[in-house]
């Protein structure tokens, strides 16, 4: 089986403070990955290292089989991402956000409309196109993204708790478009979430973060197996390897950035 993606003892130090702690980690071609863990684990910090956003303290990410470190710029080509910040302009249509991404990324002019039409349809957003964005639930915000980040026909999409403050319908959506793009491109997608049931819906594999390390990973059955439980469910686990409640919040600053981002959705 081909890895789109394969971490080797990442680190990532700021300052004195080792937020990433040699991790280890691979993601299959065609596989949804769901990584989990507590407010301030490191799993943004990870993401932002495999999208090249931040470069590592040390350690190897090869994308596809590509040193990031050496070929950003071709990494960047098949990569999607869809940040935790909205990236959407709410001034403007739905089809005026997808059609300024694609032309930002170059997308041929014959290929355009094509590709436009078809995220449209696939994220379930044509009868909204024409329609300005600040309409928009927060749902529809979120699969808009989704079709931005995908405009250029990644192999791989990176999202970082896409669904946090959607209500059950609307995240159920978002999980529907990602199943579809799995099965119908074979994406391999990397999510963060601190949604138990999400990870359980979506993900093949789920590695757990905690402190900066990944105390565990594997199939929910690996996972249980290495509970020593086989019958506990997602949360337990998250709670033998975290010792945290996974709806229990962070510090106040964490509370303050989530009940924020939680406000934009709404
Ligand atoms: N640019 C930075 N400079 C210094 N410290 C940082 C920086 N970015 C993140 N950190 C710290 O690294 C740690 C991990 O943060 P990170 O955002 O990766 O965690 P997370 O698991 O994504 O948390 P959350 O679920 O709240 O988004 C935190 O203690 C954070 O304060």
New binding site residues.
């Given amino acids: 089986m081909c890895m789109n993606i394969e971490t080797f003892n990442l680190v ?1 130090r ?2 004195n ?1 080792e ?2 702690k040699s991790i280890s980690f691979n993601v299959k071609e065609g596989e949804i990955f769901g990584l989990l ?12 290292m495999l999208t090249t956003l ?1 470069p590592p303290t040390s350690g190897l990410i090869k994308l596809s089989g590509f040193d990031v470190r050496r070929y950003g710029n071709l990494v960047r080509k098949f990569i999607g991402y869809v940040p ?1 910040a909205l990236s959407a302009d709410s001034t403007l249509t739905g089809y005026e956000n997808l059609y300024y991404i694609a032309k930002l990324l170059r997308l041929p002019k014959n290929e355009r409309e094509k590709r436009i039409e078809y995220v449209l349809n696939l994220l379930n957003l044509k009868d909204a196109a024409n329609r300005l964005v600040k309409e928009y639930s927060g749902g529809m915000v979120r699969r808009l993204e989704v079709g931005q980040a995908i405009l250029h026909k990644p192999k791989i999409l990176i999202l ?2 896409p669904t946090v403050g959607l209500d059950p319908i609307a995240r159920h959506n978002v999980w529907e478009a990602l199943k579809t793009l799995q099965k119908d491109n074979g994406l391999s997608i990397l999510i ?1 979430t ?1 949604y138990m049931e999400e990870a359980e819906a979506l993900c093949q594999r789920i590695a757990i ?1 905690n402190m ?1 390390l990944i105390v565990a990973q594997g199939t929910l059955e690996e996972l249980k197996k290495a509970a020593g439980n086989n019958d506990i469910s997602l949360e337990d686990i998250f709670i033998h390897f975290t010792g945290n409640n996974s709806e229990s919040g ?1 510090d106040f ?2 509370m303050r ?2 009940r924020k981002r939680i406000q934009r959705f709404s």
Avoid at 37 to 48: C, D, E, L, M
């Fill in positions: 990532k700021f300052g403070h937020v990433v863990g507590p407010n301030g684990a490191g799993k943004t910090t990870t993401i932002r931040l935790q970082d708790e963060t601190h973060m900066g962070g600053r964490e950035q989530m």
